[in-house]
């Protein structure tokens, strides 16, 4: 009774309800009847919620619509019809609505009786203080249709714009005009234009002149409806130069283009290391060309891979011809020889083999090859040249040598760089070198550590140079450092096109010979030196010696006439006494300058330490130096070593010195320098004075005569220098000197014995 009560109740209101939806122009005479027919016949559902949101009017279009009658859903919560994961948001449009607001109230999802989950879109209006109504008024209808069909749209076009904008590459769209429309954010890295500095610009714009062409024949193609890829090149914003490689395909809309998408990628650096690829692989291709040797290359299944032009007209054959061919079936009579065996045994490794074959008609004419193949995991490359002429040679040679080993004299055979090829045993006797040290070398190599003449070496190459036979006289050295002079007879050869090949050089020992020479010459200049002394020994005797002997002899005659007693007679006997003293003087002189001689070829040498010498001929002056107030410089380095005769090193030393302190200017402080430094033959002793110093070409040619004075004011003999060059000879050495007038003098002497 109770449940009919409300039931009533409830149609009665929602007759008001539907008294309320029908325009106030609808006749008012209708019955429940006709709202009723109305309301059934929409395909919108007309329902009243209370503020639980419990259905108090259900339009009878619920059962056409979601298959529930009205009475089914009377008094039931709406919320338990709609999908969980809406609910939130109604229950939120509900309270809205009922606060007063008018929420957008998004589609939901609604389970009709059948369980199939419906869209379904509502307004909700608030006519709770409409004394006639007193519910919130739900106008419903079914959107499943339109709103899946919306969903995917937006699901295809939210791929299409993650597709567009969050493309790793460049994606850019176009108009058929060529405008730039719409582009990614990659565009801006590409060419450093944003989507808004392109509105105005067509493709054109930013395509480089060169690449113009083609980019207009991409446009025109995909105009017409093919999509394709271009690679072009573009300016950017900031003048750089890119290559870039752009898909275009058309964009269709009503069956016609009405635009161009296109994706871009920078491949610059690819283009650039392809074309330095190219230009490696070209440089390559011209330096493998450049090699006059024949060259291929084969890859694991034997196929030739490159072919150079040498190998083509070596195998009298065109390179399209052989290359891509498989070697052993295109040259079946290889497959016998030995670069078939060494081939298959090297295949596959990272090895290199170097071997020589000879053939008769394998090849397009009887040769002997020299080999060079190198292995790789990918393949074989193989470099031959044809060694024919030069094994021909070398049998020749070969004969040769027979003869030529057999002869006493050394016989060479050089290369056109002078470089050894073979020599003969006699050779070998000659320098004591082995035939294996000498091949591939030149001669000179052979004596460049010992000083060899470096004349005769530049006339030897200047000979040589001119290709034509000459003969020359040249110092060598043995293997075990001994002097070798040789005469040398080299003959050049050459091939029949008129190049040179080889050299013949026969050496003859004249050793003998030169050492005669030598020694004759040394017996020249003995005698030269002897005819010298022996003049200066005549000069002596005749002014040095004459002038006493002849006061002597008058004064003994004249003692011999005077009374003992007479004053006169003591006065001739005192300068008898004199003339004796002056002979005795010259005689002494002449011994001592004798026994320098003799006893500088007989005298045992020692090692002497050159600045230990020093020390103690400075030190014989100890007394004299600080009265004339000299700085004494010496520069001797304590290693210096001498083979020597010590005494005679402390006399010249000490003769010089004496003269440096002698001769000093009265108008300065005297500066003496003592200085030894090494040189190629031994070492040289320099004593340098500030003193008073003398003309050279005055005096130069007295400078070291016995008895030559050059300074009449300072008392001396006029031997020292005399004695100092004497010796400085007696030890195998040379003094030269320098000398001004006021400014001093230098003297240099040269000694040429071993140094240590």
Same mark, same amino acid.
């Given at each position: ?29 209708? @019955? ?70 008018? =929420? ?48 995917? *749209? ?90 870039? @490689? ?72 065109? *390179?399209?011809?052989?290359? !891509? ?47 060079? #193949? ?65 091949? !591939? ?27 034509? =036979? ?29 190049? #040179?090949?080889?050299?013949? $050089? ?16 040394? #017996? ?13 020994? &005549? ?6 010696? *004459? ?46 300058? #004798? @026994? ?16 230990? $010498? ?16 000299? &700085? ?32 000093? @200017? ?14 190629? *033959? ?45 010796? $400085? ?28």
């Amino acid at each position: 009774m109770i449940l009919q009560t409300e039931t009533l109740s409830i149609l009665e209101n929602n007759f008001k309800a539907l008294q309320l939806i029908i325009p106030p122009s609808a006749p008012d005479t209708h @019955s429940l009847e006709f709202y009723r027919s109305i309301i059934s016949k929409s395909k919108d559902l007309i329902s009243v919620l209370d503020t639980e949101g419990r259905y108090i009017f259900v339009g009878e279009s619920a059962q056409q619509i979601y298959g529930y009658k009205p009475v089914e859903l009377l008094g039931k919560r709406c919320l338990s019809f709609i999908h969980p994961d809406d609910q939130p948001i109604i229950q939120q449009c509900i309270q809205t609505v009922v606060a007063g607001g008018q =929420p957008q109230v998004p589609p939901f999802r609604y389970r009709v009786k059948s369980g199939e989950w419906r869209w379904v879109q509502s307004e909700a209006t608030n006519l709770l203080d409409d004394p006639n109504v007193q519910g919130i008024l739900i106008n419903s209808k079914d959107v499943t249709e339109p709103y899946l069909t919306s969903f995917e *749209r937006d699901h295809h076009q939210a791929y299409y714009r993650s597709l567009f904008f969050e493309h790793p590459d460049t994606v850019f769209t176009l108009s058929i005009e060529g405008t730039f429309q719409h582009s990614n954010q990659h565009m801006e890295t590409l060419t450093g234009y944003s989507e808004a500095d392109l509105e105005t610009f067509k493709y054109i714009d930013i395509v480089h002149p060169d690449s113009l062409p083609s980019a207009n024949m991409a446009f025109a193609r995909v105009l017409e409806g093919e999509a394709h890829t271009v690679e072009i090149k573009i300016v950017t914003k900031d003048k750089t130069e890119k290559y870039i @490689s752009v898909s275009v395909m058309p964009v269709y809309f009503g069956g016609k283009v009405k635009g161009i998408q296109g994706i871009a990628r920078d491949i610059t650096q690819a283009t650039e290391a392809q074309a330095l690829i190219k230009e490696q692989a070209q440089q390559l291709n011209n330096i493998l060309e450049s090699i006059t040797e024949p060259l291929f290359a084969l890859d694991s299944s034997w196929c030739f891979t490159y072919v150079s032009s040498a190998f083509a007209n070596f195998m009298q054959r065109t *390179r399209e011809e052989i290359t !891509g061919r498989e070697i052993w079936s295109l040259f079946p009579k290889l497959s016998p020889t030995r670069l078939y065996k060494v081939c298959h045994e090297i295949a596959g490794k990272t090895t290199s083999v170097h071997f020589e074959e000879s053939y008769q008609d394998t090849y397009p004419i009887s040769c002997t090859l020299n080999y060079t #193949l190198y292995s790789t995991s990918q393949g074989i490359t193989v470099q031959f040249s044809d060694v024919t002429e030069q094994k021909h040679t070398q049998r020749e040679l070969e004969k040769l040598s027979l003869v030529a080993s057999k002869t006493i004299n050394g016989i060479m055979i050089l290369d056109p760089d002078t470089n050894i090829e073979w020599v003969n045993d006699g050779f070998c006797r000659l320098t004591g070198y082995t035939r294996e040290e000498v091949i !591939g070398i030149s001669p000179k190599q052979l004596y460049a550590d010992l000083q060899a003449d470096d004349t005769l070496t530049t006339l030897f190459e200047q000979k040589y140079k001119s290709m034509k =036979p000459f003969s020359l006289e040249t110092l060598g050295y043995k293997k075990n450092k001994e002097q070798l002079w040789c005469y040398s007879d080299v003959t050049p050869i050459f091939n029949k096109e008129g190049e #040179l090949t080889n050299y013949i $050089v026969i050496e003859t020992d004249i050793t003998e010979k030169k050492e005669a020479e030598a020694k004759l010459l040394k #017996l020249t200049d003995d005698l030269y030196k002897q005819n010298r002394d022996l003049q200066q020994f &005549t000069y002596i005797i005749s002014h040095n010696l *004459r002038a006493p002997v002849a006061n002597a002899l008058g004064l003994a005659n004249l003692v011999q006439k005077l009374p003992k007693n007479e004053p006169t007679f003591a006065s001739a006997l005192e300068k008898l006494h004199t003339s004796v003293n002056q002979l005795d003087a010259v005689i002494k002189d002449i011994n001592h300058v #004798l @026994s320098i001689r003799d006893s500088g070829r007989t005298a045992s040498r020692e090692l002497v330490n050159l600045k230990q $010498v020093c020390e103690e001929v400075l030190e014989s002056f100890v007394e004299e130096i600080p009265p004339y107030a000299a &700085t004494v410089t010496v520069d001797i380095a304590p290693d210096h070593n001498l083979l020597s005769i010590k005494s005679y090193l402390f006399s010249i030393l000490h003769n010089l010195v004496s003269n440096s302190l002698k001769y000093k @200017s009265n108008d300065r402080k005297l500066k003496l320098t003592i200085q030894v430094v090494p040189d190629d *033959r031994g070492y040289i002793i320099t004593v340098s004075d500030n003193g008073l110093g003398f003309d050279l070409k005055m005096v130069g040619h007295q400078m070291f005569q016995l008895y030559k004075r050059f300074h009449p004011l300072v008392h001396g003999k006029g031997i020292g220098l005399f004695l100092v060059k004497t010796q $400085v000879e007696a030890l195998g050495g040379k003094i030269t000197v320098e000398s001004a007038p006021d400014e001093g003098s230098t003297f240099k002497i040269y000694l040429g014995a071993k140094h240590v």
